[in-house]
């Protein structure tokens, strides 16, 4: 549908002239399948350096590995009715445009702002960890990473998703090496150390509740790889590429995730690991392997750049499509002379630094990036359902196996981890609600008032409703 020359309101909706979205569009054909792949492992390849052994302080090692097992196959059923409905739909709205909701855009918002503040946190550490700037407060490198890459998504999509490529390639160079050096430490035995609590056995040590609050560790060992198609409007065959990128992102980062949940704990003990700073590093160093943890350590920081990299490039993409939909202020979706979003990129990249300096813990951040993620979960699996529902002979790129039995089991596992959250930190999960209440009630009072009814995924939802009333 082209845009009208002039401002117009039809059914009560406004609509907005080829001004308004020349002024608020993407650069397309910058990114192909293999740059897609990369991102999505790139959203997520930091949560296997740091952040997951957590969970095995709070469940034991066999906790964590079926909270690993129980998200990961949360995350594998909703990918792929993500893979089919990025498939139908290409938007930079991605999950909220799948949906159609306020609720789930914001909620993909919160996550997204939030991930670079708590993978921030985790750099500082290993940057002091290195020694590489002695006597510099954590703020400052926090500060230096966020005007930094923040400042080369500002040249455009593709620049930046080659660089995150290449950072990309760096990481996993690290997750072999730490692979290939921990193995032969491997004992069995070492998996099962922790002293289990009254009642308890040393299998589940903390029993059922300690699994419970090992799920969100689990999630964020996938956190964020939802996030692939918000490059949606930037690739260059969407419906080939989206499906391609996504479901070879979340296959690689199953086998990594495995491996460095066995290898870890097996190798310096699940006690060790569940205590860890940078666990990887510190794992190595434990069972004697000094110099291979001084590389892995070096060239493990471009796992949480990668990360911290990719995440900045999603939450502008969502502040983007919020924004150019009417959802959010519409200054937020001006795009530059390069077609980034230049305003949303300096907006959030803003918020997340105030947010990792104010905070200051990753672990607690981390929760918080987790509860709003899977309040998205839960709409995007949702939408999943009622799409095949009502539209099932909508042209897709890509089938989801399975169809809605598979999305509705990781339906019910999103509802889980949401009420995991609370058990391992409810104030900061309370926090993260009040922030996504607020901006609903933004919603409620202003903004469903002031949406654009040609922007791409109101189109969407329009054509939806106008084929319900025709049946």
């Known amino acids: 549908m082209t845009p009208p020359s002039d401002v117009a309101v039809l059914n009560g909706v406004k609509t907005e002239s080829r001004e308004y979205f020349e002024r608020r569009s993407l650069k397309k054909g910058a990114v192909s399948w293999v740059l897609l792949m990369s991102l999505g492992i790139a959203y997520v390849v930091s949560g296997d350096f740091s952040g997951w052994n957590f969970g095995i302080a709070y469940g034991g090692w066999l906790g964590m590995v079926i909270a690993f097992v129980v998200m990961g196959a949360m995350y594998l059923f909703m990918v792929l009715g993500l893979a089919e409905m990025s498939s139908a739909m290409p ?40 020694n590489l700037l002695p006597g510099v407060p954590a703020e400052a490198i926090i500060a230096f990473f966020f005007i930094v890459f923040v400042g080369i998504h500002l040249l455009g999509a593709g620049e930046a998703l080659k660089i995150v490529f290449g950072i990309t390639a760096i990481a996993m160079v690290a997750l072999v090496a730490f692979f290939v050096g921990m193995a032969p430490h491997f004992e069995a035995a070492n998996l099962f150390d922790i002293a289990p609590a009254a009642g308890n056995s040393v299998w589940l040590p903390f029993g059922f509740e300690g699994v419970l609050a090992a799920l969100p560790f689990g999630v964020w060992l996938f956190l964020a790889i939802e996030g692939v198609p918000l490059a949606a409007e930037e690739s260059a065959n969407p419906k080939r590429d989206l499906p391609r990128g996504i479901l070879g992102a979340i296959g690689v980062l199953m086998l990594t995730g495995a491996l460095v949940v066995v290898l870890t704990a097996g190798g310096a003990g699940a006690l060790f690991a569940g205590e860890a700073g940078a666990p990887l590093v510190d794992a190595l160093n434990e069972v004697g392997e000094g110099s291979l943890a ?16 990719s995440t900045v490039f999603s939450g502008s993409r969502q502040a983007f499509a919020l924004s150019r939909a009417g959802y959010l202020p519409k200054f937020l979706s001006i795009t530059g002379s390069r077609k980034t979003p230049y305003i949303a990129l300096l907006v959030l990249g803003s918020i997340g630094f105030i947010l990792a300096a104010f905070v200051g813990h990753g672990d607690i951040l981390l929760n918080m990036a987790v509860f709003a993620a899977c309040v998205s979960y839960a709409m995007m699996n949702l939408s999943h359902i009622i799409l095949r529902k009502k539209e099932p002979n909508m042209e897709r790129g890509f089938v989801a196996p399975g169809g809605v039995v598979l999305t509705g089991i990781s339906f019910v596992l999103s509802l889980v ?55």
């Open 91 to 130: 938007t930079a709205g991605a999950g909220y445009g799948f949906v159609g909701g306020a609720l789930t855009g914001f909620a993909i918002l919160i996550e997204y702002t939030i991930c670079p503040a708590a993978i921030s946190t985790f750099i500082a550490s290993y940057v002091q960890a290195l």
């Open 294 to 309: 001084v590389f892995v350590n070096y060239v493990g920081l471009a796992g949480l750049v990668a990360s911290f990299f």
């Open 417 to 471: 981890a949401i009420v995991s959250t609370f058990v391992v930190d409810s104030f900061a999960a309370g926090c993260t609600l009040v922030v996504m209440v607020v901006l609903m009630a933004y919603f409620f009072l202003y903004s469903r008032k002031h949406l654009v009814g040609n922007a791409p995924e109101e189109e969407f939802a329009a054509l939806q409703a106008a084929e319900s009333e025709l049946k």
